[in-house]
Each structure stands twice: as C-alpha cells, then as structure tokens.
Nanobody
Framework: QVQLIESGGGLVQTGGSLRLSCAASGGTFSQYSMGWFRQAPGKEREFVAAINWSGGYTNYGGSTQGRFTISRDNAKNTVYLQMNSLKPEDTAVYYC?????????????????WGQGTQVTVSS
C-alpha cells in the first residue's frame, strides 16, 4: 500500500509560479510511474503530467505543456510539479497518483494510488 501526500498548493496571481510536491511512503517508489491530475469544480479529473520510474520519460496534457514540468527524486521518494505562467483556468485541486503501468500512463483509470489533493487557486 502506497500513501501519497501532496503539498505546495496555494493562492497565486496570474503569471505566477508554484511547485507542488508529492511524498510517497509504504512502497518501493522507484517501481511506480507517477502522475499529476487536476479537478476543477463540476469538471472531470484531468490528466496534467506523468513521469516514468526513472524520470527519463515524461508526458503532458495539452493545456499544460510548455508551462508545467514534472520531475522526481527517487532518493527522496518525491515527485514534483513545477507550474509556471499560471492562468485562472489552472485553478483546481491537484492530485498525485502512482501507477504500476510502465512508461507514462495518461488515464486516471491506470493509477492505483491517489493522494488527497492540494488546492491551487490562480487569481486574475
């Protein structure tokens, strides 16, 4: 059983930056592909980014590519999401997730473990 705890969310102005962290425990972190998803009120949970076990491969959702960067530190059992040039439409609860599927899965159904989420609010 893997436990995931997100941190780093908050309130930021348009054009600002935030870095989210997700600390994992209870499993062998390097065995998992990791992903970030987000969910705004009244909307489906949306894929944001994913990274394979080694960090050598990444994948991004269309609305965030070029602005967000996913990375991981297997020595610290942590995955990060650096978010730059934030827009009001990036406002959502951001979730970290772990998958046993190799590479960079993009579907929420491919992820077995989920964190509780962290709120990101971008003001205009």
């Amino acid at each position: 059983q893997v436990q995931l705890i997100e941190s780093g969310g908050g309130l930021v102005q348009t054009g600002g930056s935030l870095r989210l962290s997700c600390a994992a425990s209870g499993g062998t972190f390097s065995q998992y592909s990791m992903g970030w998803f987000r969910q705004a009120p009244g909307k489906e949970r949306e894929f944001v980014a994913a990274i394979n076990w080694s960090g050598g491969y990444t994948n991004y959702g269309g609305s965030t590519q070029g602005r967000f960067t996913i990375s991981r530190d297997n020595a610290k059992n942590t995955v990060y999401l650096q978010m730059n040039s934030l827009k009001p439409e990036d406002t959502a609860v951001y979730y970290c997730a772990a998958s046993i599927i190799p590479a960079t899965p993009t579907s929420k159904f491919q992820y077995r473990y989920w964190g509780q989420g962290t709120q990101v609010t971008v003001s205009s």
